[in-house]
């Protein structure tokens, strides 16, 4: 299966402590993003790369989150000094975007099975 | 920014029966309008995508229609079935960013009982 991949699936950490999660897209996609899901509610924009610039990033992303995809291939979300708050699913994403002249496309996201944060 | 709203929050249903879920976002100014269903505790499943210049799309039993002036979507499931017990969900890309940003829906969370 050549879908994307979230590692890992599950992560327990306790207040102030720091994780990183890992994203590996689909090989021939130059579009990662990052997503986070609460219970009940729609995922949340976060940021997305393409290829290894990041282009957007969303007033979520408090300075205790860092996102990096150094070569263009997998990325890592790191959120330094956790609190309860952080607790969320943190979903990944790619897709393959292009542009000639005036048009671009960018072809449908598909997305990882997320990486369940709890913070005791 | 864009909104986008679901409704109904909620719907179940016995087997075979067609259904309609709803969607509606504020800015009509989209690229793209995506239908995802997620199973709990799991990722983001595609199912449909429409491109702003595109009325309906059509996959088996789902039919998803876009009618931008008006800022809704729906998406058909014709002869439902238990398998088809998620949540679906609904994403309007924004033209205003680079691509980049999906705005979604919070879900209509279906279940059909045998």
């Known amino acids: 299966d050549t879908g994307v991949s979230q590692d890992p699936r599950h992560k327990i950490t306790k207040r102030g402590q720091n994780v990183t999660f890992r994203c590996d897209p689909i090989?021939?996609?130059?579009?990662l993003y990052w997503y986070r899901q609460t219970l009940g509610q729609g995922p949340e924009f976060l940021t997305y790369f393409q290829n290894e610039a990041q282009l957007e990033k969303s007033r979520l992303l408090s300075d205790r989150f860092s996102a990096e995809r150094p070569k263009g291939s997998f990325s890592t979300l790191e959120i330094q000094r956790t609190e309860q708050g952080d607790s969320a699913m943190y979903l990944c994403a790619s897709s393959y975007f292009t542009s000639r002249g005036m048009s671009s496309y960018n072809s449908p996201l598909h997305f990882g099975n997320g990486t369940r944060l709890t913070v005791t | 920014k864009q909104e986008v709203t679901q409704i109904p929050a909620a719907l179940s249903v016995p087997e075979g029966e067609n259904l309609v879920l709803n969607c509606s976002f504020t800015?009509?100014?989209?690229?793209?309008l995506q239908w995802f269903r997620q199973d709990p505790g799991k990722g983001l499943t595609s199912l449909l995508l429409?491109?702003?210049?595109?009325r309906e799309q059509t996959s088996g039993r789902l039919n998803a229609s876009l009618d931008k002036s008006s800022g809704r979507s729906t998406l058909y499931i014709a002869a439902s079935q238990p398998g088809d017990s998620a949540t679906y969900l609904c994403?309007?890309?924004?033209?205003?960013?680079?691509?980049?940003?999906?705005?979604f829906g919070r879900g209509t969370q279906l279940t059909v009982w045998p």
């Open positions: 800015d009509s100014a989209i690229y793209n």
């Open positions: 090989s021939e996609h130059n579009r």
């Open positions: 429409i491109q702003s210049s595109q």
């Open positions: 994403a309007a890309l924004d033209r205003g960013s680079t691509l980049g940003r999906l705005y």
